[in-house]
């Protein structure tokens, strides 16, 4: 992964370059000092992952995120915990606190990898096109649109169906089995039996658990396999 470092502190900026190298798939492409900076070397270098603080001058670290349109993977290193909720709404890879240690880093790193490693495979798979689909809700029918799917929970007979673009999930009459059906493969997983994700939402792999932003979501045993298999090649 080719690896932009931003950091307004020089020796943080030496330690993330040092131990950047100390990884066989991470590249340092540059390292930068600030948000501008960083937004100048993002339009003239293809980026896989950055490195970012949030307490800079000029642009925080944040304020940097909200301002790209499709921003690579993002690992943001701080000495403040009290940003990493905001972080994860960004849906950042992960969140390390400064001082760190290298067992830390890399498992953000790896984390990184496997999300990088997944989306490569995404794009290099034959295209399968979404189709959006309407569920009944009360006494209409509501659109959803495929891309804008986070995840679904099962319910019995019912189903909610989270979005990225409301705040609220649908709540619709149908079983998870069903849905399933709807949605591409390529792009979707069961994980759970209560469980759907659409794999390009995943922020973050722990041993039990995945996350899509910052709601962790149960992995079953009869699932482990399988997961296994998709988030590592």
């Known amino acids: 992964m080719r ?3 931003v950091d307004d502190e020089q020796l943080v900026r030496e330690l ?10 991470l590249e340092l492409v540059k390292s930068c000092k600030n948000a501008l900076e960083a937004a100048a ?18 642009l925080s670290g944040l304020e940097f995120l909200q301002s790209l ?4 993977l993002v690992i943001l290193v701080t000495a ?3 940003y990493a909720l905001d972080g994860y709404t960004f849906q950042v890879v992960d969140y390390i ?3 760190f ?14 999300l990088f490693l997944l989306q490569q495979s995404a794009l290099s798979s034959p295209a399968e096109k979404p189709s959006d689909f309407f569920v009944p809700v009360e006494y209409s029918q509501v659109k959803i649109v495929t891309s804008d799917i986070k995840y679904i929970e099962g319910l019995g007979d019912y189903i909610k169906i989270y979005l990225t673009t409301a705040n609220k999930p649908i709540l619709t009459r149908m079983s998870i089995k069903a849905i399933e059906q709807k949605l591409p493969a390529s792009s979707f997983a069961r994980i759970h039996k209560s469980y759907l994700i659409a794999l390009q939402k995943v922020t973050a792999i ?4 995945i996350c899509i932003g910052e709601k962790e979501l149960p992995i079953g045993e009869t699932y482990k396999e399988n997961i296994g298999r998709i988030f590592r090649g």
């Not at 993330?16 to 798939?25: D, G, N, V, Y």
């Not at 722990?206 to 658990?209: A, G, I, L, P, Y």
């Open 3 to 5: 690896c932009l470092v």
């Open 16 to 25: 993330l370059e040092s131990t950047i190298r100390q990884i066989p798939f």
């Open 41 to 58: 070397t993002l339009q003239a270098e293809p980026i896989d992952l950055i490195f970012l603080d949030i307490q800079m001058p000029q």
């Open 69 to 72: 349109s499709k921003p690579p």
């Open 80 to 82: 403040y915990e009290q």
């Open 97 to 99: 606190l400064k001082p």
């Open 101 to 114: 240690r290298f067992e830390r880093f890399l498992k953000a790193c790896n984390r990184a990898n496997e």
């Open 206 to 209: 722990k041993r039990d658990t």
